[in-house]
């Protein structure tokens, strides 16, 4: 008997949001929508819907409709499905909140200001109570110099700038934390800043929701509640793939009672197998569970558990790669023109792997640089991914038009002032040029660090150094000898950023295309985060606490394979997020990935005991796992 379509049952889901989009009495929603299951398509329906109904109106008033989303790239897409209609105001999380507040000048000034006081008085008292000259009083007096710099020339800007994909590196700019934090903050504290938003955009939808800084989503939603007559917020997303620390945990339960929540069902994307996985392994986060389309296959998925300790990782992956092949019967799981896609739960995994740990480990060991390292948005980063190298690409390849290029768009030593105000330009391009070389001699010994880049750069002045790296270009010889004498000293005021930087910094330049290849997801080789909203016929999905250290995720601790230590029973008993949580949701990401078979590698200590415990769940049955010691 042929079984009945099932592939329009979401139909109702747009619906319901459609119906309700009445702009006398606008109703805001959560749209629960899982792994597959086609968020962006709703989104785009939704859209379609509203250009339709509601195009007239919109435009006499003179209003948009706001959709954030999380990546550019993302933007671009649902741009382009919307034929780029200027009815429809697409952008990230960072453009959305710095159109909002940049005309605020006056305030953005006083916010500033008295952010600076504060941050200084910190400062001082710390110094103030110092017990001698060390490593942190050194660290302290540069960033106490580098503030009141910063509080001096605030009274002579006139406008401020900032560049959401840009380095933010100038006086007059602001950084991507202060353009968030300045966004909730006047949405909370100004009345006006609430009317113009619901003024220009009766709905604001936002795309990955879970992963939306909570500071802003809150102030949207206190927004939402003093404007529920005039605005509505339509929030899509899916708790179970939280992947970045900046989203607001328990999302889902915070949404007022009167808003609708309506649910997708399907996942348009996986195999009936592979929904099967991904169904039980929810069932241990929120138990939200979804249906394979009717016409879909059945799929593959396969558990592989290794023996640890093991040799040659790479190799026991490749032979598991072939058993999936002869599994599958898909050729491409085979050979050298294989393809598949490999993905960690781990940064610090991928990262070894890679060759960019000494660079990437210490800040994303830092728990206020994590996100920054993850996305690549830290400044201090961006200074050699988005300047020096394309410099020494440029510099290798002998293009000399590019590197004019690069050096006249960055270069404060011959800036648009700088030139103007110069008796003679051509020595101020001689100075340029001379700095350039300089900074590559530094590859006559061999590859630098970043530590030598850094100072280099700073003695020549040939690119502005970002603020959180300046403390470090600065040291004077004295300071670097006291440093060093004084480095063991226990301080409980130290600064764990300098600190992640310093120990960053003595990565080798040769990390730095690394990294960036890992960001952009070029490499064959991702993590979750890398993947988030992508799709891949074949996946292989490797768990292995070994590599991943810390005690950021573990999944032997999710399967029972260790115990919980007293600090995951006293978070599991104060509700309070553990790393079995964060295992559980980044399994689910990368599991989801997959259109076709799955199969998952799993490194642990106790192979039967962490199979039993996967038969037990009903992730597996034994016959789809296999040992290999
Ligand atoms: N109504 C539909 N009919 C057929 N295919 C669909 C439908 N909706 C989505 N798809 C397809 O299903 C796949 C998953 O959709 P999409 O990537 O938009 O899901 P998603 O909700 O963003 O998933 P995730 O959160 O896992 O990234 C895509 O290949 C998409 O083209």
Redesign the pocket.
């Known amino acids: 008997m042929e079984l009945e379509s099932n592939?329009n049952i979401?139909d109702v889901v747009e619906q319901e949001i459609q119906k309700n989009l009445d702009f006398n009495n606008p109703k805001s929603f959560f749209l629960f929508?899982?792994?597959?299951?086609?968020?962006?398509?709703?989104l785009i329906n939704v859209l379609k819907f509203i250009k339709k109904e509601h195009d007239e109106n919109l435009k006499l008033n003179n209003q948009k409709i706001a959709i954030i989303t999380y990546t550019n790239a993302a933007c671009d897409e649902i741009k382009s499905r919307i034929d780029y209609d200027p009815l429809f105001s697409v952008s990230t999380i960072h453009s959305f909140t710095w159109n909002l507040i940049k005309h605020f000048t006056t305030d953005i000034k006083d916010w500033l200001k008295n952010k600076l006081k504060d941050e200084i008085a910190d400062l001082e008292d710390k110094q103030s109570r110092a017990r001698g000259m060390n490593k942190s009083f050194i660290d302290r007096a540069k960033k106490i110099e580098s503030k009141s710099k910063r509080l001096s020339i605030l009274k002579n800007i006139n406008a401020f700038v900032y560049n959401p994909n840009g380095d933010n590196v100038s006086k007059d700019s602001l950084n991507h934390s202060e353009v968030i934090e300045l966004g909730a903050y006047f949405l909370n504290t100004k009345e006006l800043m609430q009317n113009i938003l619901v003024r220009k955009y009766p709905i604001l939808l936002i795309d990955e929701s879970q992963d939306t800084n909570k500071h802003l989503i809150e102030s949207f939603f206190l927004v939402q509640k003093q404007h529920k007559d005039c605005f509505a917020l339509g929030i899509i997303g899916?708790m179970m793939?939280r992947i970045y620390l900046d989203g607001k945990e328990n999302l889902e339960g915070d949404i007022p009672a009167d808003w609708l929540t309506p649910k997708?069902k399907?996942?348009?994307?996986c195999p009936k197998r592979i929904i099967k996985l991904i169904n039980k392994i929810r069932e241990e986060g929120d138990g939200q569970q979804q249906e394979p389309?009717s016409d879909k296959i059945e799929g593959t998925a396969r558990l592989f558990v290794v023996q640890v300790p093991c040799s040659d990782k790479k190799e026991i992956e490749k032979q598991i790669a072939i058993k999936m092949g002869e599994i599958t019967k898909d050729e491409k799981w085979l050979g050298e023109n294989s393809e598949i896609k490999t993905l960690t739960l781990e940064h610090h995994m991928a990262a070894k792997r890679m060759g960019f740990d000494n660079l990437f480990l210490p800040l994303y060991s830092t728990s206020r640089l994590k996100t920054g390292a993850l996305d690549g948005s830290l400044t201090g980063m961006r200074f050699f991914t988005n300047t020096i190298l394309p410099l020494y690409n440029a510099w290798i390849n002998d293009d000399k038009f590019e590197i004019a290029r690069i050096v006249k768009e960055k270069s404060p030593l011959i800036s648009k002032v700088a030139l103007i105000e110069a008796k003679e330009q051509s020595v101020l391009i001689e100075k340029a040029n001379d700095a350039v070389l300089n900074l590559f001699n530094l590859w006559d010994n061999g590859v630098p660090t970043l530590l030598d880049i850094l100072r280099n750069v700073a003695d020549s002045r040939l690119f502005a150094i970002p603020d959180t790296l300046v403390p470090i270009a600065n040291r004077t010889q004295e300071e670097l000898i006291i440093i060093q004498e004084t480095e063991e000293e226990e301080d409980e005021d130290k600064d764990l950023i300098i600190d992640a930087w310093d120990e960053a910094l003595l990565a080798s330049f040769d990390q730095i295309p690394l990294y960036q290849q890992y960001l952009i997801d070029e490499a064959n080789f991702g993590t979750h985060q890398g993947v988030?909203?992508?799709?891949f016929k074949r996946v292989m999905v490797i768990l292995d606490d070994d590599d991943a250290r810390g005690n950021w995720f573990n999944f032997e601790k999710l399967l029972g394979v260790k115990g919980h230590t007293a600090a995951d029973v006293q978070n599991m008993n104060e509700g309070k997020e553990t790393s079995m949580d964060r295992t559980l949701r980044l399994l689910y990401?990368t599991c989801?990935?997959a259109?076709e078979s799955l199969a998952i590698v799993a490194y642990t200590s106790n192979p039967e005991l962490f199979a039993r415990n996967i038969v037990d769940m009903k992730w597996f049955q034994k016959e789809e796992i296999e040992f290999i010691n």
Request: proline content about 0%; aromatic content about 0%; overall charge positive.
């Open positions: 592939v979401d929508a899982g792994a597959g299951s086609g968020k962006t398509r709703t899916d793939q997708k399907l996942n348009h994307r389309r988030k909203g992508r799709e990401v989801s990935r259109e």
